[in-house]
């Protein structure tokens, strides 16, 4: 495994970061046009958390490539950046649709996305190199 990414560890931290925003971009995608939300999302704390997390889900997304391409190959980066954007619908397939489309589902995504950008902010090769 050397000899393909010799730092497996930064491997295993991107496709983390990198799953958690795409979990993100399949529960937002089904937010936006505002007027084809689900009734949950439609209310003011669900526009709010709709808000919150289109936010969050923007700066994950940068980090985690940021953290990639600072931290893996490029060739890295790419395949398994490919391969979690392929698999990723597969768990989101399995949560229950009132889960997926209520403010209960935008709550967890405001908590994994949160989690996992103080990860990356805790990271050495992450957002502690910003600070």
């Not at 709709?50 to 969050?56: C, E, I, R």
């Not at 391969?83 to 597969?90: C, D, E, Y």
């Given at each position: 495994?050397?000899?393909?990414?010799?730092?497996?560890?930064g491997?295993?931290i991107?496709?983390g970061l990198?799953?958690?925003?795409?979990?993100?971009?399949?529960?937002?995608?089904?937010?936006?046009?505002?007027?084809t939300?689900?009734?949950g999302?439609?209310?003011a704390?669900?526009?709010?958390?709709?808000?919150?997390?289109?936010?969050?889900?923007?700066v994950?997304?940068?980090?985690?490539?940021?953290?990639?391409?600072?931290?893996?190959?490029?060739t890295?980066?790419?395949?398994?950046?490919?391969?979690?954007?392929?698999?990723?619908?597969?768990?989101?397939?399995?949560?229950?649709?009132?889960?997926?489309?209520?403010?209960r589902?935008?709550?967890?995504?405001?908590?994994?996305q949160?989690?996992?950008?103080?990860?990356?902010?805790?990271?050495?090769?992450?957002?502690?190199?910003?600070?």
């Amino acid at each position: 495994m050397a000899s393909i990414e010799p730092n497996v560890a930064g491997l295993l931290i991107f496709t983390g970061l990198w799953t958690a925003a795409c979990l993100g971009f399949l529960v937002l995608s089904g937010m936006f046009p505002a007027n084809t939300r689900p009734a949950g999302a439609r209310q003011a704390g669900g526009r709010a958390l709709v808000l919150v997390n289109s936010l969050l889900w923007l700066v994950l997304a940068a980090a985690a490539l940021a953290y990639g391409y600072a931290n893996l190959r490029l060739t890295s980066l790419i395949v398994v950046g490919g391969l979690v954007l392929l698999f990723a619908p597969a768990p989101f397939e399995l949560l229950p649709t009132s889960f997926r489309d209520g403010r209960r589902g935008l709550a967890a995504l405001v908590a994994l996305q949160g989690a996992a950008l103080a990860v990356w902010a805790a990271l050495p090769g992450g957002g502690a190199a910003l600070i």
